[in-house]
């Protein structure tokens, strides 16, 4: 009795392991934890935010869709924005060596600051493990966490799937909105959106 | 129109070595194909598949995409990442283009991304519906400006085109041009089609996926469906990179899939492309799918459903982009 009480207990455990693998970072959930090594050369964890709002950005310097936030100014505004105000921004960076956007800690560096962006940091990773746990489909793929640590937007960066640096002055930006809703206590609205974009260029594609 | 009279010197400029173009230009030969232009990594043609426009006639052109090898250009929904091709016409008073028929895309895999789209070459065929009154025009002059996105699984890279084509008016009835038959041929066999009439359709949906189930009777004993896969219409229902679990039995078939993490609220219905293959035939079937979502998932045989090539796919469920590729004139 007890012995298969064990069982069904493994086996419940194994279900919802591969459950919540499946589900890792989905809106209304926990976000997954990872630790990132930064172009800085310092390491992020994420469970060392609890408490404050964090967003994720999926990066790729040479995708149209991300160059359209960057040459725009647009991305590099969000930061600013939004790092201002006590919210932790990690860029993080899941191309492969050999791929579209895949750079050496020295070029991100290089590209921060000739960009003027202003993250919490850039987080190197090459082998797409922080990529995959957050199943992060494109480039720019954005994710806000509330400070409960629970993801509150999991989709694109806003409502013009376009690479056109026209389309960003009138777009609505969904991780601005979502910020402004959840730090005035409101629903989020809109919590999820296709991630549109290039697709991220991980290691295992061919 | 300034705009066109550059595009038509652009277009000699870089074609002038193309001897028999020259000539035919000289001569006023208006029923020339425009060449194929270069985007990234391949070529763009705009080509029409009759010799001239009859007054009061609908006719179609096609967009052509000649693509190296290792690229693709995106399908109208086109999975996790991407964009579909964009069309804006400049067309004379009396012509107005349709949307984009959307030949049946191809899955395209690579690590945990899926999209859906085309490979090599694929042909963009849009309706062109001419006025009665055109007829007085001796030519008339269709410009497409084309924004595209091609990629690899390396890179993307954004494209634009200017293509223009100009085409006799007479009010004869319309000759097929054979240069171009065979591209329009092939493409409308590569087109979702209704499923036959006794196919019986249902979806069921459970808390993280859908299951599609076919009742599908078989056309001959010999002939039991093998695989299927589907294509849905619209961004983020479904997991695009999740297998598609395929189970059938003496009645037909069920295809399970899961809902995409973007996906928070329920859906109506579930539209798409279901591609079917069956034992020994070389030829893969699409089928256009439009089906309520229910909790219970009770059948309803596709009569019920008027699907209709022409009604729902592709011009009413294109809600999103392509609806602004219709020129309003």
Known sequence: MKRSTLLYASAVALVLGAVLQLSAAKVGEAAPDFTGAASNGKTFHLSDYHGKYVVLEWHNNGCPFVRKQYNSGNMQRLQKQWTSQGIVWFTILSSAPGKQGFVSASEENDYLAKMQAAPTAALLDPRGEIGHLYDAKTSPHMFVINPQGVVIYDGAIDDKPTTDLNDVPGAINYVSLALEQARAGKQVETPATRPYGCSVKYADSH | ?329
């Not at chain 2, 995106?74 to 964009?83: A, F």
């Not at chain 2, 954004?158 to 240069?179: I, N």
Request: contains cysteine; aromatic residues 8%; charged residues 20%.
């Open chain 2, 1 to 329: 129109m300034a705009d066109g009279s550059r595009i038509q010197i652009k277009m000699r400029k870089c074609l002038s070595r193309d001897l028999t173009f020259g000539i035919a230009l000289l001569l006023g030969a208006s029923d020339v194909q425009a060449q194929s232009t270069p985007i990234p990594h391949g070529t763009l043609e705009l080509m029409a598949e009759n010799q001239w426009i009859a007054p009061g006639h609908k006719f179609d052109v096609g967009l052509r995409f000649q693509l190296e090898k290792g690229w693709h250009v995106y399908w109208v929904n086109p999975g996790d990442s991407g964009e579909p091709p964009r069309v804006e016409w400049r067309l004379p008073a009396g012509l107005a283009a349709g949307a984009i028929e959307w030949p049946t895309p191809r899955r395209l895999e690579s690590s945990s991304i899926v999209d859906y789209g085309y490979e090599d070459a694929v042909l963009l065929i849009m309706p062109i519906h001419a006025e009665a009154g055109l007829a007085a025009l001796h030519t008339a002059m269709l410009s497409a400006d084309v924004k595209l996105l091609i990629c690899s699984h390396e890179m993307c890279i954004p494209g634009k085109a200017q293509l223009s084509l100009t085409l006799p008016v007479k009010s004869q009835p319309p000759v097929p041009d054979a240069r171009n038959g065979d591209w329009f041929a092939a493409t409308r066999k590569s087109f979702p089609r209704p499923a036959p009439g006794n196919w019986k359709f249902s979806v069921a949906d459970t808390s993280d996926s859908f299951t599609l189930t076919v009742h599908a009777l078989r056309q001959s004993a010999n002939r039991q469906i093998t695989r299927a896969v589907f294509f849905p219409l619209t961004e983020s229902e479904i997991e695009n990179a999740a297998p598609q679990k395929f189970q059938s039995d003496a009645a037909g078939f069920r295809l399970t899939l899961r809902k995409s993490n973007q996906l928070l609220k329920p859906i109506e219905r579930l539209r798409g492309v279901l591609v079917v293959s069956a034992d020994k035939s070389d030829f893969d079937q699409s089928y256009l799918v439009d089906v309520p979502c229910s909790k219970s998932g009770a059948a309803r045989s596709s009569h019920d459903l008027q699907i209709q090539a022409a009604g729902i796919y592709p011009t009413r469920s294109l809600t999103l982009e392509s609806l602004k590729e219709v020129p309003r004139i």
